[in-house]
């Protein structure tokens, strides 16, 4: 539910704040989402237990609400924020400054930290606890490039595990360390307000386990559609991950691939120009060469918004 968390809320905050020049601004949105998850790795009190490590992960569901939140000051070329996006599927606060330099594009810095994020202790144990992962990182976007369709997004991201029994047992399990994320794309314009967006995707996991460190690349197609009254977006992306040494739990090393599916639909047509509704769908299936780490997860969220 976490990873689904995050998928909705940095959604929600993507869709569009009709703010004036010179002015705060605020946009408040809330709903409810229904999930679906099928993952050993999810910290969930349902999920603490499991039989053997090659049993296939229990299936769970459950209903939460969303609230996120989008505030700021917005001069002629620059808007300062603080907003709410998930990350790793955790509620955080991002803070950062967006600036259009005209034809040489606009550059969005931002920082980030996450609040509640969770994992095993030791996830390959049959009885787990969880254990508080303290997460945060910064966030650079550069979109037009020289007054081009190209668009750049870096991501470092510090992770720390309060309670790692599983680096106790094994170092090369240590899950602590740098997450690097580059996404290179092109958004081509096919008419007013629509673009197509193909883009390409480079992580590295330079954590302290060498087991749990990975190379990932990815590639994805994503279709944006804007106009005064809505904004939607609909993408198809495929990764795949490449661990660096073999998990000493199954004597392999291993190795992911994992594709999904997003649909997002904001509205603000109705007669209340301040109100807005949302909906979207979510979806994702992961396998790898151990079976321990394959999953599924889905997700359905409907909110309502209003901009002050």
């Not at 997004?153 to 899950?175: G, H, M, N, P, Q």
């Not at 209340?272 to 889905?298: C, G, H, M, P, Q």
């Amino acid at each position: 539910m976490r990873l689904l968390s995050l998928i909705i809320v940095v959604a929600l905050s993507a869709v569009p704040v009709f703010a004036q020049e010179g002015r705060f601004y605020a946009d408040i949105s809330a709903g409810a989402a229904v999930f679906n998850i099928e993952s050993n790795l999810y910290t969930d009190s349902e999920n603490e237990e499991i039989d053997s490590l090659d049993a296939d992960a229990e299936s769970i569901s459950t209903t939460m609400p969303v609230l996120v939140f989008d505030a700021g000051y917005k001069t002629k070329d620059t808007t300062y924020y603080i907003k709410t996006p998930f990350d790793e599927g955790d509620y955080g606060l991002a803070a950062g400054v967006k600036h259009d330099f005209g034809e040489a594009g606009d550059i969005d810095v931002s920082v980030f930290t996450k609040l509640g994020s969770e994992v095993w202790e030791n996830p390959y144990v049959l009885d787990r606890d969880a254990t508080d992962a303290d997460v945060a990182g910064i966030d650079v976007t550069y979109r037009k490039i020289g007054g081009t369709g190209f668009e750049l997004d870096y991501a470092l991201t510090t992770i720390s595990v309060d309670e790692d029994k599983a680096a106790d047992a094994y170092e090369e399990l240590d899950r602590s360390g740098l997450v690097h994320d580059i996404k290179l794309g092109y958004a081509y314009s096919v008419a007013p307000g629509t673009a197509i967006v193909p883009g390409i995707r480079v992580e590295r996991g330079q954590l302290e386990g060498e087991a749990e460190s990975w190379q990932g690349f990815g590639a994805g197609l994503e279709l944006r559609r804007f106009s005064k009254t809505y904004f939607t977006k609909m993408s198809l992306n495929y990764k795949k991950d490449n661990f660096d040494e073999e998990n000493p739990y199954f004597g392999e090393t291993r190795e992911d691939s994992s594709v999904s599916g997003f649909f997002m639909f904001s509205y603000r047509g109705f007669s209340n120009k301040r109100v807005s509704a949302t909906l979207l769908a979510y979806y994702s299936v992961s396998d790898s060469e151990i079976d321990f780490f394959d999953s599924k997860a889905s997700a359905l969220a409907g909110v309502l918004g209003y901009s002050f």
